[in-house]
């Protein structure tokens, strides 16, 4: 652990401000959210990284309209609907079949 040398006191409400060099170097944006954890008579603040909704994994992580998912859930979804899409199409082509073969009588 390295000491910035920094001092702050908490306020009346738990509060302690992070600098702002700190938060800078640390990439801790305003609105983050913080993990919180302890360790003998440490705090320590980690940025929150929310993992994938489906899986969990925090690894190769997208956002896609305010959800996170992870590369590996979103290939699978896109394989499942080009499967759905194939087998419509498959569908379809037996429709037409039949169509055309009644319309022949
Ligand atoms: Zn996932």
Not at 38 to 65: A, H, M, Q, R, W
Not at 88 to 93: E, G
Request: with cysteine; net charge positive; charged share 30%.
């Amino acid at each position: 652990m390295k000491s910035t040398g920094i001092v702050r006191k908490i306020d009346e409400l738990g509060r302690v401000v992070i600098p702002k060099e700190l938060r800078a170097t640390m990439n801790f944006a305003t609105k983050d959210y913080m993990e919180i954890y302890t360790e003998e008579d440490k705090i320590i603040l980690k940025k929150y990284n929310p993992g994938c909704f489906i899986c969990g994994s925090v690894k190769d992580i997208v956002e896609y309209k305010g959800k996170t998912i992870c590369r590996d859930c979103l290939e699978e979804i896109q394989k499942s609907v080009w499967l759905v899409d194939k087998w419509i199409y498959d569908k379809m082509q037996w429709v037409n079949l039949l169509h055309f073969l009644f319309f022949l009588r």
